[in-house]
């Protein structure tokens, strides 16, 4: 599974849309969020932007593991380092 690289950002355009950073006239949309107030002040500005960060999260994760991993293997094998591989597998290949 392929998703488009990052960074992304966030463009307030009536919705919350996340486009890949430098889409200045937001012709690649990734995700789009309705930005109304049913879920309280700032949760979809809040959501918009946990989204959009999405790819440097995957990116900070698979290095952390790849370190530990490198470094100390009987930490690796923690099950904090079992789940940390299980969603970066998730975010590449989808669930199974």
Known sequence: MKFTKGPWEVHYCG?????PAGDEHGTRIIAEIPND???GAGMDSANA????????LLET???????VEQEDAHLANFGEFEFAREIIR???EGDR
């Open 61 to 67: 994760l698979t290095r952390i593991v790849a370190l």
């Open 49 to 56: 932007l946990l989204i959009a960060s999405a790819p440097d």
């Open 15 to 19: 919705t919350l849309e996340i486009h």
């Open 90 to 92: 998730k975010a590449k």
């Open 37 to 39: 107030s049913k879920h």
